[in-house]
């Protein structure tokens, strides 16, 4: 017998091994129900068994609890027969039970006294509402993304889910694979994470994207988790997890391709988009897509594989704008557009795919995935956008990027169950030179404010970030979990770990000292400059999350309840980290920071979740649902306003004001001198090559309980069966968030920024036709400039802070016998932001100095993040109420039956942005008042003015409808299928983006996107 010792070792040695265990699959599926007799008496000690083809061990088997209760989880997604057998009873039999995502399907039965050879079979229809859940989720299986005019990747999907934040890519137009999971409900993007088969294939905390290619393609189906997670969710973002297809007994596989190209495209060039000021429309030159699978047994009921090669492509132009007859030349600094030549992109990206299932022993089952990637874009002489030449943008290209995981799954007993498996994803972008010729290491970027084309970038490339050109490793070396379910019937018991650690690095390259000159009707104003040149500056930081939950479910009767804990630590760390000395020529004294010099993060986290279900009637068709869960917010780890390297806190970069007297595009001081001398101003940081940091963190907000930026989620919705598989589902949700930070400029003080107004100017197309006062704007005094010394710190040392997000989704799900399948619904939701509150004590919010975003206010705060809506000294505009706004999305479709014909739709109405006036406002426009700012001001001479508040003025609504026809042709144990998709089919020239840029009576709200016009895309596919 062990003693109290040998136990409490052999305790700590099972809980390390869990926590040492990879991650287990996001959960899948599960059968429940009540078994009685004909008396209506429970009847405990049944066994049940779950029979499918998705199962490699065919069968799963439990035994009902005292309660005469069962359930059978971690069920793939398939069609079910459920068995139900007790020695004196007969036996119990339910076919066709359909289950997919994490769906519980209830399936009750009674056992009458008999022999066990006499069986009862029941059919019905499969169960279409889930009553003992509460979270939102939108399915959508292999057959369904085989029919819909798509282009099957992340972002079609998610276009035609109500509410979500995604547009749409009109059938991939563009020719991509890639794509992240976006955000609902206000979310923050962030929150949102990419999984396969539950494994969080994300990079260092973000929601996929950057080179990512989930295999969409050849999934069994996806599924998306809206709201409502429990204890496992990291977030409370969406969760896009696409399920792979396994092999089987049986070989099997399919090959399809899709393409189009100029010839099949009409036109939507309508006077209207020329009067607006679109230069030259959105054209498909060609796009296409070939993707092939295979799969079947190595070893039958043991061993299955499945691959996957997928290739798409394609080249678009560049909607108004047009290749530069300067393009390399360094001795100008003109655009010279060629009309005769319009600018285009092209892409190209590649994914090859094998999947191992392996059931090992009859209780082990071991699951193997590898993905590479490869994409390449803007090669050759392609490139540009609607406000960048063809020859400043960059190449693009991830080279090669890869996917591993493995997942193990142990049913231990028949209410005991195990689950591990391990992830990574690892991607090697670059932000390169171009190979058209016109790289020139020499030449500098141009910035012009106004002109033909507002904000317009020229002559040379130079990538986000800290510098130029870029080689960088983003990703995770590990994304871990394990889990242990326990399952009686009514309980439903689950604790796990989940964690990993990430050391995403970017390596930065800058070939000039300046790196960037604005001008503004092609007279400069301000220059870029840096340290960076020399060797290559890399910045690399590691993160390790460490994450416990416990959960656990409970039915009685009709009522489910749901309740966990979740603990959430973050620690960040990074490897020594240096700039400058030798070969560095402006910064020869090198900065060196070693290794754990400077804290970290050291965040922890409890979040409670409660969840209740309840089933209305007893009958399975009408469930209530509430859930509660307060939620951690992402933190990435890409140069962001939070990095906490010191590499990042250290100023490398700088901007000042220029005059250039002289017009010869040379500014003609000392580069090296802070202060102002000759034609430039003094340098806006003067801590730029010091080893000094811009920006210091309060250890209260970076570290201990409850620090972390966090979000609260309600929901509370009804579903009800309206008829046979037809079901109606409406929610209620809320969001709100808190433990945001603002950074104050300690070298500062309020008295330092001199406040202004300006009129705006007449112009019949501003609200109001213009002539309106914009109060509230900042100068910072001329001997405060370039001194930074930043404290990130908490909001509520300053002020109050709010944001929230309301609104009801409703939805309608039908698949009927008859071949009809239908998805979609609406969503109705407004947000409101109030920064005002800390704006008030703190003028200085936005981008700063530093060139960093220092606030939340401006960084995670959705309503006014990004752009003109970011609080700043140059925005007055810290509060935003927009009004409920209301979006229409769904698909259908159809098989027509004899003459197997298979009609699909897809449809969107989506209300437009917000719009902005950027008015550039120059020292006499400010001198002018009404409030005049008295002096001149500091930095460069001109700022841009938003002059429409936030959410007053919107643009144009998005309306879409794409079609899809084919026709199914069968060859014995084979199919084919021929089609055609029309998308854009009412052919709207909506314009879906702008140049915000504002000249009086001249330039706004050109045209920089409008909805790519009708085209064809044919279609061929064969399963066999």
Same mark, same amino acid.
């Given at each position: 017998m062990l003693t109290s010792v040998q136990r409490a070792r052999a305790s700590l040695v099972v809980l390390s091994l869990l926590v040492l265990l990879p991650s287990a699959a996001f959960a899948q599926a599960a059968i429940t129900g009540v078994v009685r007799d004909a008396g209506g008496l429970v009847l405990p000690g049944v066994t049940v068994e779950a029979t499918s083809p998705a199962l490699i061990e065919k069968v799963r088997s439990v035994i009902t609890d005292a309660t005469g209760q069962y359930r059978i989880v971690d069920l793939r997604p398939g069609t079910y027969t459920v068995t139900m057998a007790l020695p004196g009873f007969n036996t119990f039999r339910r076919e066709g039970i359909e289950l997919s995502g994490q769906f519980i399907a209830t399936v009750n039965a009674s056992l009458n006294v008999g022999s066990l050879e006499e069986t009862i079979t029941v059919t019905g229809e499969s169960p279409v509402v889930d009553v003992q859940t509460t979270r939102a989720q939108t399915?959508?299986?292999?057959?369904?993304?085989?029919?819909?005019?798509?282009?099957?990747?992340?972002?079609?999907?998610?276009?035609?889910?109500?509410?979500?934040?995604?547009?749409?890519?009109?059938?991939?137009?563009?020719?991509?694979?890639?794509?992240?999971?976006?955000?609902?409900?206000?979310?923050?993007?962030?929150?949102?994470?990419?999984?396969?088969?539950?494994?969080?294939?994300?990079?260092?905390?973000?929601?996929?994207?950057?080179?990512?290619?989930?295999?969409?393609?050849?999934?069994?189906?996806?599924?998306?988790?809206?709201?409502?997670?429990?204890?496992?969710?990291?977030?409370?973002?969406?969760?896009?997890?696409?399920?792979?297809?396994?092999?089987?007994?049986?070989?099997?596989?399919?090959?399809?391709?899709?393409?189009?190209?100029?010839?099949?495209?009409?036109?939507?060039?309508t006077d209207e988009l020329k009067n607006a000021g679109l230069r030259a429309p959105f054209e498909l030159i060609r796009v296409y897509d070939a993707n092939a699978m295979y799969g079947g047994r190595i070893l039958p009921d043991r061993l299955w594989f499945y691959g996957v090669y997928r290739q798409v492509g394609g080249k678009r132009t560049v909607p108004g704008m047009f290749a530069n007859r300067n393009a390399g030349n360094p001795n100008s600094w003109v655009v010279d557009f060629d009309r005769s030549k319009q600018a285009y992109n092209n892409s190209l990206e590649r994914q090859a795919t094998v999947r191992l299932t392996w059931q090992a022993t009859p209780r082990n089952k071991f699951n193997a995935h590898w993905a590479e990637q490869y994409n390449d874009a803007n090669y050759g002489d392609a490139g540009g956008t609607a406000t960048t030449t063809p020859e400043a943008q960059t190449r693009t290209y991830y080279i090669p990027s890869r996917q591993p995981h493995a997942t193990w799954q142990s049913p231990i007993s028949g209410r005991l169950l195990a689950e591990a498996g391990w992830g990574m994803y690892q991607a090697r972008y670059r932000f390169a030179p171009r190979n058209d010729g016109t790289h020139n290491p020499a030449m500098i970027q141009r910035l012009e404010q106004a002109g033909e084309i507002p904000g317009l970038l020229s002559r040379m490339p130079r990538a986000p970030g800290q510098g130029g050109f870029t080689h960088s490793l983003i990703g995770n070396l590990a994304s871990l979990r394990a889990s242990l379910t326990f399952v009686t019937g009514a309980h439903n018991l689950k604790v796990g770990y989940q964690g990993g650690f990430g050391n995403p690095s970017q390596t930065y390259q800058n070939t000039t000292q300046v790196v960037q000159?604005?001008? @503004?009707?092609?007279? *400069?104003?301000?220059? #870029?400059?840096?340290? =960076?040149?020399?060797?290559? /500056?890399?910045?690399? &930081? +590691?993160?390790?999350?460490?994450?416990?939950?416990?959960?656990?479910?409970?039915?009685?009767?009709?009522?489910?309840?749901?309740?966990?804990?979740?603990?959430?630590?973050?620690?960040?760390?990074?490897?020594?980290?240096?700039?400058?000395?030798?070969?560095?020529?402006?910064?020869?004294?090198?900065?060196?920071?070693?290794?754990?010099?400077?804290?970290?993060?050291?965040?922890?986290?409890?979040?409670?979740?409660?969840?209740?279900?309840?089933?209305?009637?007893?009958?399975?068709?009408?469930?209530?649902?509430?859930?509660?869960?307060?939620?951690?917010?992402?933190?990435?780890?890409?140069?962001?306003? @939070?990095?906490?390297? *010191?590499?990042?806190? #250290?100023?490398?970069? =700088?901007?000042?004001?220029? /005059?250039?007297?002289? &017009? +010869?595009?040379?500014?003609?001081?000392?580069?090296?001198?802070?202060?102002?001398?000759?034609?430039?101003?003094?340098?806006?940081?003067?801590?730029?090559?010091?080893?000094?940091?811009?920006?210091?963190?309060?250890?209260?907000?970076?570290?201990?309980?409850?620090?972390?930026?966090?979000?609260?989620?309600?929901?509370?919705?009804?579903?009800?069966?309206?008829?046979?598989?037809?079901?109606?589902?409406?929610?209620?949700?809320?969001?709100?968030?808190?433990?945001?930070?603002?950074?104050?400029?300690?070298?500062?003080?309020?008295?330092?920024?001199?406040?202004?107004?300006?009129?705006?100017?007449?112009?019949?197309?501003?609200?109001?036709?213009?002539?309106q006062t914009i109060s509230g704007l900042y100068n910072l005094v001329p001997e405060k400039v370039g001194l930074v010394d930043e404290l990130a710190q908490s909001y509520a040392n300053f002020g109050d802070q709010i944001e929230n997000w309301q609104g009801i989704d409703v939805s309608i799900v039908a698949r009927t016998?008859?071949?009809?399948?239908?998805?979609?619904?609406?969503?109705?939701?407004?947000?409101?932001?109030?920064?005002?509150?800390?704006?008030?004590?703190?003028?200085?919010?936005?981008?700063?100095?530093?060139?960093?975003?220092?606030?939340s206010v401006t960084a995670n705060v959705t309503a006014l993040g990004g752009g003109a809506f970011s609080a700043s000294v140059n925005n007055p505009y810290c509060r935003i109420a927009e009004p409920y706004r209301t979006d229409f999305r769904g698909l259908a479709t159809y098989t027509v039956p004899k003459v197997d014909v298979q009609v699909a739709a897809t449809w969107a109405s989506i209300p437009g942005e917000s719009l902005r006036a950027d008015y550039i406002a120059t020292n006499a426009v400010i001198a002018a008042g009404p409030q005049p700012l008295g002096r001149p001001l500091t930095g460069a001479a001109t700022v841009s003015v938003n002059l429409i508040p936030p959410a007053t003025m919107w643009g144009a609504r998005r309306n879409n409808v794409d079609m899809r026809i084919a026709k199914v042709l069968r060859y014995g144990g084979t199919r084919a299928q021929v089609g055609v998709d029309i998308y854009n089919l009412m052919n709207a020239d909506t314009v879906t983006n702008y140049n915000f840029g504002f000249v009086p009576g001249g330039s706004w709200l050109i045209p920089t996107q409008v909805t790519p016009a009708r085209y064809a895309r044919i279609s061929v596919q064969y399963d066999f």
């Open positions: 399915i959508i299986d292999r057959d369904v993304l085989a029919a819909i005019p798509s282009s099957r990747n992340v972002v079609g999907i998610q276009a035609i889910i109500p509410g979500m934040n995604t547009d749409g890519d009109s059938g991939g137009i563009n020719g991509t694979m890639q794509g992240g999971a976006s955000a609902i409900h206000g979310g923050r993007n962030a929150d949102s994470r990419i999984y396969a088969d539950g494994i969080n294939m994300g990079w260092a905390g973000g929601n996929g994207g950057g080179g990512q290619m989930p295999q969409v393609a050849a999934s069994q189906e996806v599924v998306m988790t809206l709201s409502g997670g429990n204890a496992e969710a990291e977030t409370g973002g969406v969760v896009f997890n696409a399920i792979p297809r396994d092999g089987g007994n049986t070989f099997s596989g399919q090959g399809n391709f899709s393409g189009s190209n100029g010839s099949l495209q009409g036109s939507n060039y000159v604005r001008t @503004l009707n092609g007279v *400069p104003n301000q220059l #870029t400059q840096t340290i =960076s040149v020399g060797p290559d /500056t890399k910045y690399v &930081r +590691n993160l390790i999350p460490t994450n416990f939950y416990a959960q656990d479910q409970w039915t009685r009767g009709r009522l489910t309840l749901q309740g966990g804990i979740r603990y959430d630590s973050l620690i960040s760390t990074y490897p020594d980290q240096r700039i400058g000395g030798p070969g560095w020529p402006y910064a020869p004294q090198e900065i060196f920071f070693p290794s754990r010099s400077t804290p970290g993060y050291e965040w922890k986290d409890l979040g409670p979740r409660i969840g209740v279900a309840y089933d209305v009637f007893g009958t399975g068709r009408t469930a209530i649902r509430f859930n509660v869960g307060r939620y951690i917010e992402a933190i990435t780890a890409s140069n962001n306003d @939070l990095d906490m390297n *010191p590499m990042v806190r #250290t100023p490398v970069n =700088s901007t000042r004001g220029w /005059t250039d007297t002289n &017009r +010869n595009f040379v500014p003609d001081c000392d580069l090296m001198n802070r202060e102002a001398n000759g034609e430039c101003a003094r340098l806006d940081n003067q801590n730029l090559g010091r080893p000094i940091f811009s920006r210091s963190f309060d250890p209260e907000y970076v570290s201990g309980f409850g620090s972390r930026p966090y979000n609260w989620s309600v929901g509370f919705g009804v579903q009800h069966e309206v008829i046979t598989g037809v079901s109606a589902t409406v929610t209620f949700n809320r969001n709100w968030w808190g433990n945001w930070y603002v950074v104050d400029n300690r070298s500062t003080n309020l008295a330092d920024y001199t406040p202004y107004s300006i009129q705006a100017p007449r112009d019949p197309r501003l609200p109001g036709g213009g002539g016998r008859l071949g009809l399948t239908v998805q979609g619904g609406t969503s109705t939701g407004r947000r409101l932001a109030d920064a005002c509150d800390v704006r008030a004590k703190l003028p200085e919010l936005g981008t700063g100095p530093t060139g960093v975003t220092n606030a």
